[in-house]
């Protein structure tokens, strides 16, 4: 475990080149769209603040890039997209697809990326390990029925796309707790 508190790990990462706009609005998906508003450059990068910033991964990555990528870290199976820890895009990739759903706590990225599928653009998940985290709650903390209503979201949003994926991950806990 890091020395300093996890909410400085990613600012105290970073380089000094990038403008850095820190948000903390309230609601996740609110922060990361009022981010990317103020963000100066048209290719974002959005970091958690409990990540070591992987200064090069990121610029490899936006180097083989076009303004249709969306490029993150791989969520976690089942789920074929990218979780919100490091995400990077272009700004117009973001307006295209009408940014982050802003009543959403939990589901805006997976829900992001789904967007961007469904508008033709390409997502690429980077090796989710090889950016250190200094969190453990990676989506376990959420409660059975919260986890719930997240499947729930998702599925009315994009039934064909998410519902089957939803309909395994019920089924995985399901199985996980039934009697032996």
């Not at 380089?15 to 922060?31: K, Q, Y």
């Not at 789904?114 to 959420?142: C, N």
């Not at 599925?155 to 939803?166: L, Q, V």
Request: with cysteine; charged share 30%.
């Amino acid at each position: 475990m890091p020395t300093v508190r996890p909410e400085v790990i990613t600012t105290e990462t970073i380089p000094s080149e990038p403008n850095v706009v820190v948000r903390r609005d309230e609601g996740l998906n609110v922060a990361r769209n009022a981010g990317v508003r103020a963000a100066e450059n048209d290719w974002i990068v959005i970091a958690d603040d409990d990540i070591e910033f992987p200064t090069e991964t990121v610029a490899r990555t936006v180097a083989e890039m076009d303004e249709r990528t969306l490029a993150g870290l791989a969520d976690f199976p089942p789920c074929r997209w990218i979780i919100g820890r490091l995400m990077i895009f272009h700004r117009d990739l973001w307006r295209d697809v009408g940014g982050f759903d802003e009543s959403r706590q939990h589901g805006g990225d997976t829900d992001f990326a789904i967007r961007v599928e469904k508008a033709g653009g390409d997502v690429v998940r980077l090796d989710r390990e090889a950016v250190p985290h200094y969190d453990d709650d990676t989506g376990d903390g959420m409660s059975a029925a919260e986890h719930l209503e997240w499947i729930a979201y998702l599925t009315r949003r994009h039934p064909a796309t998410f519902g089957p994926i939803g309909a395994k991950i019920i089924g995985d806990k399901a199985t996980e707790t039934l009697p032996v």
